[in-house]
């Protein structure tokens, strides 16, 4: 079957006026050389996928309410006027091995500028000083329990009889400064 309609010349035009690139037109960015609608689109439907797969996994696989506490409690640290106070000294990673010696409680050692803060970690909990000596109020941050609060004295040392499990770091409030400590695994 011949259609006469659509007889091709030479120079690629049909008898109707159009050419190949008129009937074929696949490239809708013609208007924009640039892409953009096209990068528009794709975002778009990125977007969706995106969003399909954030309600997959919501239903298939939730995430435990003790990981969004941990995370909120994580995100509660986020005070603008803290200070951290960065690890200088961890017994399981500095310290020189004790032959025969077993259960042997956790030195640490946290800096922030002129606040020093050494604590010993054992299963029964942990002990500190804050250098210089001052009185600070202590908190324990950890996991999906509730923080424990201590209380230094004017010499700056505190106690706590909390054994610590899993992640944790502490919040000093010392006057008018904030100090946080980087977060360890007990």
Do not use: K
Not at 4 to 20: E, F, M, S, V
Not at 123 to 137: I, K
Not at 143 to 163: I, M, N
């Amino acid at each position: 079957m011949n259609d006469d309609r659509y007889a091709r010349y030479d120079d690629g035009r049909y008898d109707d006026g159009l050419y190949d690139h008129d009937l074929y037109d696949d490239d809708l960015s013609d208007d924009d050389p640039s892409g953009e609608q096209d990068r528009g689109d794709e975002e778009f439907e990125a977007g969706m996928l995106e969003e399909e797969l954030r309600q997959a996994a919501a239903v298939l696989d939730p995430v435990p309410a003790e990981l969004q506490q941990i995370a909120v409690d994580a995100y509660a640290l986020h005070d603008l006027d803290a200070r951290v106070a960065e690890l200088t000294f961890d017994s399981l990673v500095d310290a020189l091995p004790v032959r025969g010696a077993t259960d042997t409680p956790r030195m640490l050692t946290f800096r922030a500028g002129e606040v020093t803060v050494d604590v010993e970690v054992t299963a029964q909990g942990l002990m500190g000083q804050v250098l210089p000596p001052q009185p600070a109020r202590i908190e324990i941050l950890g996991g999906p329990r509730p923080c424990s609060a201590l209380t230094a004295d004017d010499l700056g040392r505190f106690t706590g009889d909390v054994p610590l499990s899993g992640p944790f770091a502490l919040r000093l409030r010392t006057g008018g400064d904030v100090v946080v400590t980087e977060w360890l695994r007990a």
